[in-house]
């Protein structure tokens, strides 16, 4: 966290409601999200329970596995979520759209879960059935590995910073709004909007505090309350066995019923939730540089879309030295280029690093507009001098560069850093974005008194390490990676 | 001293330590409360309770059965499949290990003597590979000695002992849940160190523990070992600094007592506010991860009002170590004056409250320009439309 944010949270407790950090909305959402509120069984190392799934919050489709400990199911569980999610998916697959040389789809699927365990929950659904078999002596559902692999893509997605193919709606609002409780906290997603929207005649805090209370609001899964397993799905479990075991059809039907009745009665207060904080962040201006960030999530879902229907196989249960390693060079350059975007479309995001000293705001004093020097071939070129007077704390070395917020085709480079009186002075050597004229064209350098933002957190060249093929993986790195074999009998 | 705890805990049998409640302790050590409940053996979770605040970490029947479950078929037929797993990790034949089950049936025997018991089999001479299954140990803590149950094998292997813990989280492709692993680890480090403790040789208990898990989404169990030499000497460490237990007491009004005055069928009947008054006469110091960690959780964080540190970790440092919330804003406005030792402090907060407002207002003053935009562009549009209109007309 930042001081800003930290002191976002005390100013929270003090007026009784969650304080903005973000003044413009830093991730897309989708028009038509799929909205997916999955349940699972306690102690199990990933048996779904229940989901509730849908693109509108009257039009909700709930699944139930009435014997979650029931292999056949589970997998029927899987294949009606297949149902659900795949023609999701696939309604982006129609229009294209041409950009430098390469086709990419218009839309791209979007799907929202309540929290960050619901992400890693999907992430554990894609791995344990993605491998699996159509054929042979344990078969499931063609739709079943397939859905596997599309969540797979998702849960590797929702990995890449500011990437929206699928959303913790928990960690969307976290970046918006500071709430008045810790992090731990704002995991429970009634009680961190209890804090952003407290319901009348209450205050954020006593809204928060109601909410934790599982049996008003649930919880927002996967796990389920310990003490409705124990009072209530527990019994309800065990009059579905013993109708299966003894009775006919209508009561296996009956107890089926009962069981989706409860499950229902968890889910429901989290699935109008979740479009409730839909409607609060979509109530945000959306930020610059979002549109294209999605840009990049539907390059990738074009990308994958292609890989299977090209035949391509499943994602390998893990990287591979040479893969991991591109991955995570790919990783830390999408991280700088998106806390430096994030800083650019928001002022308040750009107050975190003017309280660390990364950036400043203040008004140009003095401008040397005519300044020119020799660049290394000899040739004389433009490079003004400004100089800012800011009453922030500036961190910066000589040499730094930096960039002004309203002024993002011209860089300067910090020559010294001076206070005088309560102010510090920024000298800064301007370059770029004067045009090729011998004297820079009105306009194109700051004038005395321009207010302006500059800030050194820029997307850096993360430097791309050389790495051999996959095939040429080095002994000391375990040598080429051996393709994955699932066992047939996985799963028994 | 033990009187004293005894009068503090009132009229009821004093509650065991377990390893969990050890590695706890050493993740709060600052937590006087915690140290005194836990000293004198009070119902934590029964206290909870009592002052209106209860516990919500209960464990889910399905976990349990599972966790149950798992734990039966990998001890079954004397540790068969254990065997068979230790021996893909240890690389040598078990399957000849002797298992022995130290755990008397009816349990409500004296822990000094089963303690006794436990060190006679452990020490007893030989050489062979043995498994030796609820053994009860000992540890100092506090200046206290206190008993742990602990749910673990120790194997005897080459003349050395082995830490062998059974846990039903699943390890997928090599990899298990990081926070649960690191529990585990912690939890078998106080078994190490108390195991050591029995034997008298630090060396006789291997750092590398075993742990065994179900494999993938199958029940299919799988063996690793873990190096908890790092948590050793954390745990070491923290136990060492913990504060002594008399001197808290030495602190605390005479007759304090958190007695819950159960009736005959043990319903409590001492009034919460009453209760709550006396808990809050043993400093406490809550962070966030008491939440899941402690039974009192809730109380303390209701208890602990503006503390910045409630908030999280990295909070109160982010605020220069300011204390309370108030203490924070009045510093951010400069309503109060700042010590010398605080002036550093007092410039980050404004800055930090300056830097805050400033951009609000930017992002405000932003939306109204393009509202007025947007305002114009409408009536633009509307004086087009007028004239358009008056055009057809």
């Not at chain 1, 929207?197 to 954020?204: F, V």
């Not at chain 2, 290990?97 to 060190?119: F, I, K, M, N, V």
């Not at chain 2, 808990?279 to 939440?291: D, Q, V």
């Not at chain 2, 503390?307 to 909070?315: E, K, Q």
Request: proline letters at 8%; one cysteine or more; glycine letters at 8%.
């Amino acid at each position: 966290m930042t001081a800003v944010v930290s002191f976002a949270r005390v100013r929270a407790v003090k007026t009784g409601r969650a304080q903005p950090i973000a003044t413009v909305r830093h991730v897309h959402l989708s028009p038509r999200p799929l909205v997916l509120v999955p349940l699972a069984l306690a102690g199990e190392a990933n048996a779904p329970l229940a989901a509730m799934v849908g693109t509108h919050p009257d039009d909700d489709r709930l699944l139930v596995v009435p014997q979650p400990r029931n292999r056949d199911l589970r997998f029927t569980f899987v294949a009606d979520l297949a149902d659900a999610v795949l023609p999701y998916v696939h309604s982006y697959c129609y229009d294209i759209e041409h950009v430098r040389g390469r086709d990419r789809f218009t839309g791209a699927p979007q799907v929202l879960v309540p929290n960050a365990a619901g992400v890693r929950f999907l992430a554990l659904l894609g791995r344990s059935t993605r491998f699996r078999r159509t054929d042979g002596d344990y078969p499931v559902a063609p739709n079943v590995p397939l859905l596997g692999r599309w969540l797979t893509f998702l849960a590797e997605r929702a990995e890449t910073p500011g990437s929206a193919a699928l959303l913790a709606l928990t960690d969307a609002l976290a970046l918006h709004w500071a709430s008045g409780q810790s992090p731990v906290e704002d995991q429970n997603l009634a009680a961190v909007l209890g804090w952003i929207d407290p319901p009348e005649g209450l205050s954020g805090a006593d809204a928060a505090r109601a909410a934790e209370d599982p049996s008003v609001w649930p919880p927002a899964g996967p796990t389920t309350d310990p003490g409705f397993d124990a009072d209530v799905l527990v019994p309800a479990i065990r009059a579905y066995d013993r109708a299966v075991e003894t009775a006919g059809p209508v009561a296996q039907r009956r107890a089926r019923t009962a069981i989706e009745e409860v499950l229902r009665g968890q889910l429901e207060p989290t699935w109008r939730l979740m479009w409730r904080g839909l409607d609060l962040l979509r109530a945000l201006p959306p930020g610059a540089s979002v549109a294209d960030r999605w840009a990049a999530d539907r390059a990738a879902f074009t990308g994958f879309r292609e890989h299977v229907v090209g035949g391509g196989p499943p994602q390998g249960r893990r990287d591979g030295a040479v893969a991991s390693a591109r991955r995570l060079n790919r990783l830390e350059r999408q991280l700088d280029e998106y806390e430096a975007a994030r800083a650019f479309d928001d002022p308040l995001v750009l107050a975190a690093h003017r309280v660390t000293g990364a950036a400043f705001a203040g008004t140009v004093v003095t401008v040397d507009r005519d300044r020119r020097v020799e660049n290394a071939n000899g040739t004389p070129v433009n490079r003004p001098l400004v100089t800012v007077a800011t009453a922030d704390p500036v961190h910066l070395g000589p040499g730094t560069e930096v960039v002004a917020v309203s002024r993002r085709n011209q860089t300067g480079t910090v020559q010294c850093v001076g206070s005088i009186v309560d102010k510090t002075h920024v000298t800064l050597e301007l370059r770029g974005g004067m045009g090729r004229a011998r004297v820079p064209p009105p306009g194109t350098v700051p004038d005395v008194g321009e207010r302006l933002c500059y800030t050194s957190v820029l997307a850096g060249n993360v430097p791309a390490p050389p790495l051999p093929d996959t095939e040429r993986t080095p002994w000391t790195h375990g040598g080429p990676p051996v393709p994955y074999e699932p066992p047939t009998e996985d799963g028994t | 001293m033990d009187a004293r705890l005894a009068r503090l805990r009132g009229p009821v049998a004093p509650k065991r330590h377990n390893a969990r409640t050890i590695a706890a302790l050493t993740g709060n050590p600052g937590c006087a409360r915690r140290a005194v409940l836990d000293a004198a053996g009070v119902d934590k979770e029964a206290l909870a309770r009592g002052v209106g605040f209860p516990a919500r970490f209960g464990q889910s029947p399905f976990a349990i059965a599972r966790g149950n479950a798992f734990e039966a078929m990998v001890k079954a037929d004397g540790c068969a499949e254990l065997l068979r797993l230790l021996r893909g990790v240890l690389g040598d034949d078990l399957t000849a290990a002797r298992y022995t089950d130290l755990d008397p049936a009816d349990g409500a025997e004296d822990p000094d003597l089963r303690h006794a018991e436990s060190r006679t089999a452990l020490t007893a001479a030989g050489a062979e590979a043995a498994l030796y299954d609820h053994p009860l140990l000992r540890l100092r803590l506090a200046g206290r000695d206190v008993y742990l149950e602990p749910d673990l094998v120790a194997l005897r292997h080459h003349g050395r002992y082995h830490v062998v813990e059974v846990k039903s989280f699943p390890v997928i492709d090599g990899r298990a849940d990081p926070a649960k692993v690191a529990a585990a680890a912690i939890q078998a480090a106080v078994y190490v160190l108390a195991l050591r403790d029995l034997l008298g040789r630090p060396e006789a208990v291997s750092h590398e523990i075993v742990l065994v898990c179900p494999e993938n989404f199958s029940n299919r169990p799988v063996a690793v070992t873990v190096d908890v030499r790092r948590q050793l000497t954390v745990l070491a460490h923290q136990i060492g600094r913990l504060v002594r237990v008399e001197s808290i007491l030495a602190d605390l009004p005479d007759g304090l007592s958190l007695d819950l005055r159960a009736d005959a069928t043990g319903t409590p009947t001492r009034p919460a506010a009453e209760l709550a008054a006396a808990l809050a006469a043993i400093g406490a110091r809550y962070t966030p991860g008491c939440l899941s960690a402690c039974e009192l959780g809730f109380f303390c964080r209701s208890e602990s009002g503006s503390s910045t540190a409630a908030l999280g970790v990295s909070v109160r440092e982010d605020l220069g170590g300011v204390e309370t919330v108030d203490e924070a804003l009045a510093l951010a406005e400069a309503t109060c004056t700042a010590g010398a030792d605080r002036a550093e402090v007092a410039d980050l907060l404004r800055t930090v409250a300056r830097v805050y407002a400033e951009a609000t207002a930017e992002a405000a003053g932003t939306a109204e320009a393009t509202a007025e935009a947007a305002g114009t562009a409408e009536a633009t549009a509307e004086a087009v439309g007028t004239a358009e209109a008056t055009g057809t007309a």
